[in-house]
Structures are given as structure tokens and as C-alpha cells.
Nanobody
Framework: VQLQASGGGLVQAGGSLRLSCVASARTLTGYGLGWFRQAPGKEREFVAALKWSGGATVYSDSVKGRFTISKDSAKSTVYLQMNSLEPEDTAVYFC???????????????????WGQGTLVTVSS
């Protein structure tokens, strides 16, 4: 599976961005797809994830209510709509994929097998 993330950029606090991640796979049935982020000097942290089949979603507490993860099955693409951005959201955002993942494991980066290259989001105050 190859993942191509895009959509990062520079935005002012309070603004919005939408990240996209195109997955190249024969099928995404049963996969979990997630967004993670890593700020300078910090560990990679979970942001949001969904199960491709069924559409269950999970969010980190820090983004709940501000970010929305969604998918377009026809385009094999998962999106991360980010609203009310804060300077603390500044990070490189990565998309990741894992086949046959269970919902309770969606937020654990170590379980993911495939990672995209990352896209930088910078939120200015």
C-alpha cells in the first residue's frame, strides 16, 4: 500500500485546512486509515482514524470537535478537515494504514504497517 498525503500549508490561528491521503491498494476493505502528527522535538501522536469498512471513527481528545476524518471510497482517499486551528496543531501530519485493524487499536501508531511521507501544517498566532 502506498499513501500520498497532501494539503498542508501555512494558516493563521482560527483558520482551516483539509488534508488528503490517497491510498494505492487493490482494496481497502478491512483497513484502518489514520492521521498522526509529529511536532519538532515531540513524539508522533494520534489525531484521528477510521475503519474503511463500516466507517467507525475515533479522535484524540485534543482535536475532537475541531477535526473531522472522512473518506471517499471512489477515490480511495481519506480526508482530515481541520477547523479552528491552533498554533499547537503545528506539526508534520502523516497518514497511515493497517489491514484488519480492530477499532480499539486505531489510535496506536505502532500497529500501522504503511505510512505516507507527511505534510507540514503550520499555524501562526
Amino acid at each position: 500500500v502506498q499513501l500520498q498525503a497532501s494539503g498542508g500549508g501555512l494558516v493563521q490561528a482560527g483558520g482551516s485546512l483539509r488534508l488528503s491521503c490517497v491510498a494505492s491498494a487493490r482494496t481497502l476493505t478491512g483497513y484502518g486509515l489514520g492521521w498522526f502528527r509529529q511536532a519538532p522535538g515531540k513524539e508522533r501522536e494520534f489525531v484521528a482514524a477510521l475503519k474503511w469498512s463500516g466507517g467507525a471513527t475515533v479522535y484524540s481528545d485534543s482535536v475532537k470537535g475541531r477535526f473531522t476524518i472522512s473518506k471517499d471510497s471512489a477515490k480511495s482517499t481519506v480526508y482530515l478537515q481541520m477547523n479552528s486551528l491552533e498554533p499547537e496543531d503545528t506539526a508534520v501530519y502523516f497518514c497511515a494504514a493497517k489491514p484488519r485493524i480492530i477499532t480499539s487499536s486505531l489510535g496506536v501508531p505502532a500497529y500501522y504497517d504503511y505510512w505516507g511521507q507527511g505534510t507540514l501544517v503550520t499555524v501562526s498566532s
